[in-house]
């Protein structure tokens, strides 16, 4: 019976010009990489942040393919990690919107929105907060709950932050506004980028409108 691959997600800045994707990817062939996805988390001033989910054998080292990647004139590799299996963000934020519609009362709706949010993202944790308590969490949170309490403070006084624009690398965070929450999802050593951050965004409005429906 033959290995099963790796499963890896690789996170690549490029130039933002044609061709660039297609190079990319012939280095990740020539390592017998199978590239099975590619999501665009980013573009801007030339650039595009560009994750690959790649079935690699394991008998390729990632510093090989990494080393290939960069082989294409003006790329970087941001991050590269191995996982159990690729998550699929169209897909993932329809069943994510599916659980929270079927929640029967508040605290359901609240505990499936943190759990589908730290398995959505590949997160450590997440946590909801009202009211400068938390309400909920999935996963064991790094920071005190002093600290939690002060990113949220700073969330409420920041636009950029508050529309996805930007905010703490390893952090994402989203306002529920119909119910003063704040959703915080932790993911360490792996930057949000845009596209993550307004998916949040889109989740926690759906989650905060269906909230007001079973209370």
């Not at 169209?90 to 919107?97: I, V």
């Not at 409420?156 to 989203?174: H, I, Q, R, Y």
């Not at 759906?206 to 079973?214: E, F, G, M, N, Q």
Request: hydrophobic share 45%.
């Amino acid at each position: 019976m033959s290995e099963e691959p790796l499963h890896v997600l690789v996170r690549v800045w490029l130039p933002d010009r044609p061709g660039a994707l297609g190079l990319v990817a012939s280095r990740i062939g020539a390592v017998d990489g199978d590239i099975v996805g590619i999501d665009v988390l980013e573009q801007g001033d030339g650039v595009a942040v560009d994750e690959f989910a790649v079935l690699l054998r394991r008998s390729v080292s990632l510093d090989l393919l990494v080393r290939e990647i960069l082989e294409v004139d003006g790329t970087t590799v941001e991050q590269v990690r191995t996982i159990e299996h690729f998550p699929d963000p169209r897909l993932d934020a329809l069943e994510s919107a599916a659980s929270l519609a079927s929640a029967g009362s508040a605290p359901e709706l609240q505990q499936v929105l943190v759990e589908h949010t730290r398995d959505e993202f590949l997160a450590d944790w997440s946590v909801l907060v009202s009211g400068g308590a938390v309400l909920t969490t999935a996963g064991e949170p790094t920071l005190e709950y002093s600290m939690i309490e002060a990113l949220v403070a700073g969330f409420a006084a920041s636009p950029k932050v508050a529309d996805g624009t930007t905010g703490p690398e390893d952090l994402a965070l989203a306002a529920l506004p119909e119910h003063d929450s704040v959703l915080l999802v932790s993911r360490a050593g792996h930057s949000f980028r845009r596209r993550e951050r307004a998916q949040l965004l889109a989740l926690a409005g759906i989650a905060d409108r269906l909230w007001s429906l079973v209370t």
